[in-house]
């Protein structure tokens, strides 16, 4: 199947708003088995959006619009979708109901205008809106679909999981199964390297890879008659697939490095402080980010200064000047001195230069020590980053400061 | 003048990458006082990249691709725009010598396809890319201008200001000068209210409002035959301007408040600690991001638990007992405690209720207190965020931390 994203809104043309919906739903229609084949942005011009809607059945099934949705008459992609595909606005009374009822929950009354988005194409599927007011819909005419989805992000990616995509499912004969791997500590290269063996010849599951800043992604799908055989196709081939990059697999739901550490430190009740030089706070609030990590989030310490660095963790002024700020040795007593001064079971250290300026040709720009103390040992782990930016090298920092909490409990 | 932007690249058709050129070139070519009428993106498909190019004709003067223009078979941009409007390639012999140049500085021999890249339409003005190996150009037939320029976006931003915007102001005989005016602590509707004795009746210079997440911005802009006459215009709208809102702005330059409040400090030379509880070394983690911080920042202390609180700020037990970990009291001894640790000139502390949990009637999600102590004296500042997020509540939380310190020194 063939389709076309066109999003609607004058917010985008303006540039006020990056669009962000458009490579949502790319990448979830892809891995639905549905090309792609072009994005179109248009404001408050029916006339257009009319005529784009016409260029894209030309050579696609799908349609898919996002935005325009809303109670004004500038909100035309109800009435476009229904000129195309041959249908009428006709009173949805459920919808109605739901929004009368949202507003009287409000303790307000419902403004009139607000009823235009109660009407509906006659023929169409309604998707409900449970994150806004605004219902979305499919409507099909000879096998051309037209989707129309709300614009505001929260509410487009809510509909599209709970009523598109159960839609799209439907319309195939085959189910759709897959998981996305998440790994760190190896290259998008090197793991298509790894995972040749698997790779070739292999029709079904099909496994494809994706860089992220810092780590990589393998995604195992397949198409089957029977979601049974799908999951078990997928599952398979994933044993198969941890054979050869196992050590580096830290999710295989998709999950953020930071949420899989948080979580085994909030299931296991590890007690978790950290001492940062060089990520400045970066890795506390990062993983302050995770709702209620204040469970065993104990305390974080940015020592900047050496004297805050003496004063608060103890790191002594011969290692300082005699290894440097920025060492192994000095990252190994910034994480013994904050095991002392907290007690927490897990005491993570870092220390490291981010630059732009502080580097040398001994220790260049990206140089980095990252120390945990951990059941009475302490570990380090020296990191030699791409000199890209200040911002990168703080970022991948932080994700091997996560990766070796994941490692080590 | 009507554009229409043209985004090529399949990457972007599978939704790896969000699609940023758009908004950063849609908001650029407003500023310009060109409208864009809408976005396209296609991948490798020339057929229809050239349809559109010449439906976006039909009722614009100027359309601007970015990607394409790569070294392999697949990138076929120029091509297209020859075709629209009859040109052909011929060698570009100073982007040859360039390229030629860049791969023996860099020890290696160029690829022949390389080659590709130094063939430029025989009529455009050639844009030399300074930050990769395409060049861009500006192509012209009947008043219909095609601009190209590289996809990847350092490249795109660069090439635009430093070719493709003069280029454009070259078009027009009349010279636009603007300048963004930056606040906090005004919501953009009241912004608009304060400001319509200036706004009302105002045809040149122009004034528009931004709102951005926690704060708002306005825009004064004016078209004249020169620039001084231009900058005089909104110099003299500026002063007006001030007399209505002067006490929320913080940058009449488009900075932001993070470099705003971080330039005073350096320049001034205040040492900076702080302590935080919500926030959880958010604050920390974006003043750090800064280079040359290290000068001014001392420490960061991130004391989540009350323990810290009490150990590491010294904040007694009776103060946390009889008034709560969230507090004006408990705000006031962190900021004290940390400034009889640190030493540093400016202390400055947070203590709040991030969300999802935590919130009581008295207390509810989104109260925060920030604590300040600089030169002998401590101040307070009372927060009430909207509960939209918990990443909303930390972020709005920073801002009025960044602006207390704006505001005290």
Partial sequence: MKSAILSVGTELLFGQVVNTNTAYLSQ??????????????????????KEMIEMAFEDCDLVITTGGLGPTQDDMTKEIACEVLGDELVLHQPSLDYLEDMFRKGGRVMPENNRKQAYMPSRSVVFHNDAGTAPGFALEQNGKIIACLPGPPR?????????????????????????????????????????????????????????KEGESAVRIASKRKTMEEAQSAVDGMLEEVKKYIGEYIYSCDDEELVDVAAGKLMDKGITLSCAESCT?????SRMTDIAGISAVFDRGLVTYSNEAKMQELGVSAETLDKFGAVSEETAREMAEGLHRVSGSDFC??????????????????????????YKGETHCR?????????????????????????KLI
Same sequence: chains 1, 2.
């Fill in 155 to 211: 509410e487009m990616t809510n509909m599209f999981q709970k009523k598109l995509k159960p839609y799209l499912e439907s319309l195939s004969d085959d189910c759709i199964y897959y998981r996305m791997i998440r790994t760190f500590g190896i290259g998008e290269s090197q793991l298509e390297m790894e995972l040749l063996p698997v790779i070739n010849g292999q029709t079904d599951p099909t496994i494809a890879t994706y860089a």
């Fill in 28 to 49: 979830q229609l892809n891995f639905l088995g549905i090309d792609v084949m072009y994005h179109y942005t248009v404001g408050d011009n029916p006339q257009r959006l």
């Fill in 348 to 373: 993570i250290s870092v220390t490291g230069i981010a630059g732009p300026g502080g580097g040398t040709e001994e220790k260049p720009v990206g140089t980095v020590f990252v120390g945990a103390h």
């Fill in 280 to 284: 400045g706070g970066l890795f506390a």
């Fill in 382 to 406: 020296k990191l030699q980053i791409r000199n890209i930016s200040r911002k990168y090298i703080r970022h991948i920092t932080v994700m091997n400061m996560l990766d070796m909490i994941n």
